[in-house]
């Protein structure tokens, strides 16, 4: 399974910014799928996750409300649609499949993208 992460960049407080994460290799609609970011000097964190079939989703609570995932199972990727961005968003944001359950955390995910950095500064 490969996954090719894009859409990070430099925006300002209060933009919004779409990720994308394009997967292949892989039975993508029953596949979970995830995002997780991790910022400078800090361990890698928990944003949001979509299940495969059941395709419920799940949030952090520091990005519920304002960060959405979602899936298009036709073009094989999952988005993090990000809004209100802030500084603390700043990180390099990865894209994870295949976890034992969807609350498993990173370490047992077993498929990682390259990662895509966002910055967001005043």
């Known amino acids: 399974v490969q996954l090719q992460a894009s859409g990070g960049g430099s925006v300002q407080i209060g933009d919004a910014l779409r990720l994308s994460c394009e997967a292949s290799g892989t039975m993508f609609s029953t596949t979970t799928l995830g995002w997780f970011r991790q910022a400078p000097g800090k361990e890698r964190e928990f944003v949001a996750a979509t299940a495969g079939r059941g395709r419920s989703t799940y949030h952090a609570d520091s990005v519920r409300g304002r960060f959405t995932i979602s899936r298009d199972d036709a073009k094989n990727t999952v988005y993090l649609q990000m809004t209100d961005l802030r500084p603390e968003d700043t990180a390099v944001y990865y894209c994870?499949?295949?976890?034992?359950?969807?609350?498993?955390?990173?370490?047992?995910?077993?498929?990682w993208g390259q990662g895509t950095l966002v910055t967001v500064s005043s």
């Open positions: 994870a499949a295949d976890p034992p359950n969807i609350a498993s955390p990173g370490r047992l995910w077993k498929y």
